[in-house]
């Protein structure tokens, strides 16, 4: 019988001792031997060559395996080992036929093989059937006794018994009864298990550790096949839950599971090959390992293609995704359970450590997405923070409150949606994402804080800029002895003022103490700045504030009337009040006095610039000037505004441009006496009344003098206004001597000729007569005078030159 090209058998090792994977990839794939789990059994046979053993497999099993064709002499049909399911059995049954013992085709030399594939059925068997002719029983020369010799050797290489069943299936029986055969059957086992050569370790162990052996005895398949038949199928029911307690290979230990029979089997010969002890439970983890690692790197590959999983994975870049974690958690259970029901039979530690790697590879993959989501919940909670934040701080309530309260319900916002995200098999700290929340937060609220405060300080000191600008400012152009009492007090009250206020609006902060008093006395200083920048200001603008208060107060009176320089006024009183007013300025000006300090600016200035006093050699040789300095004596740099140097120099710069003023007063004034002294010096009258007194008596004497005299002087008179002798005379002596020449003659023939007419018109058409004339000449000549006050301006004596420009020191 051909066994080549069966569906359900393969040769699982050739003759030459090559492993057929794929054949044996393929026979797992066909009797769905992975599905199985632990629960499949292994069984083979071994025994001489040609001792019916395909044969029995084949009744036993339903298999295929080649048999020897009984007509062509006993020749070795089996090459190898062969593998073929047992049809009908419960549970999957796996049936290996090796090549037979003691084989003429190998010669002696060759017994490794025979060796080697008694190993691997050993190992990988649960039950081994050993096939023996009956009438080798009891004999010393026995078929089989090698064969059992090799079996307890090669047992020894495994270094812990599977607990194997060996079934001595004895073939040919004769009429005597197993009962008897079965004794002398086991007393041969025991004396060749006696005499194998075992490790130390194993001298003292029994058989029965390694081994179950079991006994059966069949007819002769040639002579009595019915009756073969028969016990054949009684032995079949044997095989029946053969791994359940109690059953054929209900003590085996070590069993692999199904999924990793191929692998297993296949490493096995690749040890025994190499001529290596097995070591079943080492060999047992490894195949673990290499298999649940396989497990685990298949779940891994398909779960990282997992469609939620990529979908979520995309997802997660655009922004928190409800409940993460329960999704991710459910993908992640599906694929450990299917580790966990693929890996279940495998060896625990191995099977829980790849089960730990794979959960770890597998949160490690999703920990990134696991980190975007907590970043995008703590983004969202955080803008929504600051919008509750700055809606809250328009409610009016106190910040601190705000911020502590808004704080506190969007952490626990946060940890709601962070409870969400948790993935149930990581259970990640999210703490640290809550840290950052956190500092985020307050980093927001000291920023806000920052800018509130600020806005807060701007509006106080605004409204200081208010209240202190205008008033110092006014304070300072009406400079007196009061100002800077006067500004301190405005200082003083209004920083109160704004400290009281400002310090109420602060206390809704929550500030400490320090910094709450850095800010009060940062508004303090500010005030305190102003007013030192205004006085800075106006210091800057000093001269022309001279100038209006000189002007104001030397071309007004009392009653802030214009002057009119009549003649009567001390220009020199004046000028000296005006400028004292004026140095008063300047040295209200030179220094800014915010601590109540007491200087002596004002006696300074007044004594260096104002006194009249000092004699000559006083001014220029021998006084040292006090005003050469750059600083005060007792006001420190820092709040000096105008030093002495400066003040000397702006009084000059002050005396020059106020100096024009002076001059225009003295010259109005001057003119205006002129104007009003028609009279002749007291001597000249003196003179005239003591020389004139005979002239005087004779005209009141001779009346007719006193009438020739008096039209005389109406002529003149008439003359005098005719000629505008004045007028003639103002644009010098020669042009108005040529002038009156020129019109002398024709004004004389004229006026002869007007008394000559009003002599001839009756004395009623002029009522008034000459005298008219007279009045209208006179109120000339009055008219007159006042354009003498403008002409005599440039006619300004030396004395009164030196009246104006009284000396000074510094002069
Ligand atoms: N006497 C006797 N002959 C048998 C029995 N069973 C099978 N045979 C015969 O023995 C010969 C060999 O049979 P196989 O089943 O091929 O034997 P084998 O042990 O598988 O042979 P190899 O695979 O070559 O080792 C065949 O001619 C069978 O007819 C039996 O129970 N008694």
């Not at 080697?116 to 190992?123: G, H, K, N, P, T």
């Not at 007393?187 to 059966?216: G, L, M, R, Y």
């Not at 948790?422 to 840290?435: F, L, N, P």
Request: net charge negative; glycine share 6%.
């Amino acid at each position: 019988m051909d066994n080549s090209g069966e569906c359900c058998s393969t040769q699982l090792i050739d003759g030459d001792g090559v492993f057929n994977i794929d054949g044996l990839e393929n026979f797992i794939k066909e009797v769905k031997l992975r599905e199985c789990g632990l629960s499949y059994a292994v069984v083979s046979i071994m025994g001489p060559q040609s001792s019916g053993k395909s044969t029995l497999l084949n009744h036993l099993f339903c298999t295929k395996f080649r048999e020897m064709d009984a007509f062509k002499g006993r020749s070795q049909t089996t090459k190898g080992i062969w593998l073929a399911k047992g049809a009908d059995i419960e549970p999957c049954t796996l049936v290996m036929d090796l090549e037979g013992t003691d084989g003429r085709e190998r010669g002696e030399d060759d017994t490794a093989f025979e060796k080697q594939s008694a190993l691997f059925a050993l190992a990988v068997s649960d039950i081994v059937l050993i096939n023996m002719w009956c009438h080798d029983i009891g004999r010393e020369q026995a078929a089989n006794k090698p064969l059992l010799k090799t079996v307890f050797q090669v047992m020894m290489r495994l270094f812990s018994p599977r607990k194997t069943t060996l079934l001595f299936v004895i073939r040919d029986k004769t009429r005597t009864p197993l009962e008897n055969l079965e004794p002398v059957l086991r007393e041969d086992v025991q004396k060749i298990w006696d005499n194998v050569p075992k490790p130390q370790a194993h001298k003292e162990t029994p058989i029965s550790e390694f081994f179950n052996v079991e006994v059966t005895a069949l007819s002769s398949y040639e002579e009595k096949e019915e009756q073969f038949k028969e016990q054949v199928a009684i032995l079949r029911q044997r095989f029946f839950h053969s791994i359940a307690p109690g059953g054929l290979a209900g003590d085996r230990r070590g069993v692999v599971p199904a999924s990793a029979f191929a692998f297993s089997a296949q490493q096995m010969w690749k040890v025994i090959k190499e001529n290596k002890d097995l070591d079943l439970p080492a060999h047992k983890v490894m195949v673990a390992t290499v298999r649940c690692e396989e497990i685990a790197h298949e779940k891994y590959s398909s779960f990282t293609e997992n469609e939620d999983w990529c979908s979520i994975e995309e997802a997660v870049h655009l922004g928190p995704i409800p409940g993460f974690g329960k999704k991710v958690s459910s993908i992640l259970d599906a694929y450990l359970s299917g580790y966990d029901s693929e890996a279940v039979y495998f060896e625990e530690s191995v099977r829980s450590s790849k089960r730990k790697q794979l959960e770890e590879k597998l949160l490690q993959l999703v920990k990134p997405a696991f980190q975007s989501v907590l970043e995008h919940i703590g983004c969202e909670t955080l803008g929504k923070f600051k919008e509750a934040f700055d809606k809250a701080l328009n409610g009016g309530e106190g910040f601190s409150v705000v911020a502590h309260d808004c704080a506190q319900f969007y952490v626990a916002l946060f940890d709601k949606g962070c409870a969400d995200a948790v993935i149930e098999q990581a259970k990640w700290d999210t703490s640290r994402a809550q840290e950052k929340l956190r500092r985020d937060i307050d980093a927001h609220v000291a920023s806000v804080r920052a800018a509130k405060l600020s806005e807060l300080t701007k509006a106080y000191e605004a409204k200081l800029n208010e209240a202190l600008s205008g008033p110092v400012e006014a304070l300072l152009e009406g400079a007196n002895n009061e100002t800077w009492s006067a500004i301190r007090k405005l200082l003083s009250r209004e920083t109160e003022s704004a400290v009281t206020g400002l310090s109420g609006a602060l206390s809704g902060f929550d500030l400490d103490e320090q910094s709450k008093e850095k800010m009060l006395l940062a508004i303090r200083d500010t005030a305190r700045g102003m007013v030192e920048a205004k006085a800075r200001e106006k210091a800057g603008g000093v001269l022309a504030l001279m100038k209006d208060r000189f002007t104001t107060l030397f071309c007004h009176d009392a009653d802030s009337m214009p002057r009119v320089w009549t003649g009567k006024e001390d220009i020199r009183a004046i000028n000296k009040l005006a400028r004292s007013a004026s140095l008063k300025l300047l040295s209200v000006m030179a220094a800014v006095r915010l601590d109540n300090e007491k200087d002596n600016i004002d006696k300074s200035l007044s004594v260096a610039l104002l006194d009249t006093k000092p004699t000559t050699t006083d001014r220029s040789v021998t006084t040292v000037d006090p005003l050469a300095s750059s600083t005060w004596e007792e006001i420190p740099s820092s709040k000096t505004l105008i030093t002495p140097v400066q003040c000397k120099s702006l009084w000059r710069q002050f005396k020059a441009e106020t100096e024009y003023t002076v001059t225009q007063a003295i010259s109005a004034q001057e003119a205006n006496r002129r104007n009003n002294n028609w009279m002749p010096p007291p001597w000249a009258i003196v003179a005239l009344v003591v020389l004139g007194f005979n002239e005087f008596m004779t005209l009141l004497r001779n009346p007719l003098y006193l009438g020739v005299i008096f039209v005389g002087f109406l002529l003149v008179k008439a003359l005098w206004v005719q000629l505008d002798i004045s007028g003639e005379f103002r644009n010098g002596a020669l042009p108005g001597l040529i002038s009156l020449s020129s019109k002398f003659v024709p004004t004389i023939m004229n006026l002869l000729k007007r008394l000559a007419e009003e002599g001839q018109v009756p004395a009623s058409n002029n009522p008034h007569g000459n005298p008219s004339v007279t009045s209208k000449s006179l109120r000339n000549g009055v008219g007159t005078s006042s354009g003498l006050s403008s002409t005599a301006s440039s006619n300004v004596t030396s004395e009164q030159e030196a009246e104006y420009s009284s000396p000074s020191k510094e002069e």
